[in-house]
């Protein structure tokens, strides 16, 4: 059996740019790639947490160290500058991988900068 799992997340990322003609996709500051595990033209899920727009694109690479988190393409209509979003990819695992398996979790602050690196979720209380 194969399960589908969360691979990356960047959190609470901004949007620094909408580019409605750019030719599609998200741009990601390259460091904010490497540190995730995302790689270029990799699919991932995008969550706006500031108007609820979930929608899929793939990534491609921003200036290393740039903060650029831009949406891009018909994207655009769906994330605007300064909107708050978390940005997913997940990987399709065997039995024997999902032992060993860890996400890589990137948590942003408001200027897209590393605060902090974890590979799992605190358990929610009431």
Do not use: W
């Not at 901004?14 to 490497?34: F, M, N, P, Q």
């Not at 200036?63 to 018909?74: K, T």
């Not at 065997?94 to 897209?112: C, W």
Request: proline share 2%; hydrophobic share 40%.
């Amino acid at each position: 059996m194969q399960r589908t799992l969360l691979k990356a997340k960047l959190h609470h990322a901004r949007v620094t740019h909408s580019e409605l003609e750019y030719e599609g996709s998200c741009a990601i500051d390259g460091h904010l790639l490497d540190t995730a595990g995302i790689m270029e033209y990799e699919q991932i899920q995008i969550y706006n947490l500031d108007n609820g727009e979930r929608f899929t694109t793939y990534a491609i690479r921003a200036e290393d160290n740039s903060g650029i988190i831009s949406v891009n393409g018909a994207a655009a209509h769906k994330a605007n500058p300064a909107d708050r979003i978390i940005i997913c990819s997940f990987a399709v695992l065997d039995q024997q991988e999902l032992a060993s398996f860890k996400p890589r979790l990137v948590y942003l602050d408001q200027n897209n900068q590393i605060k902090r690196v974890g590979n799992a979720i605190p358990v929610q209380v009431a």
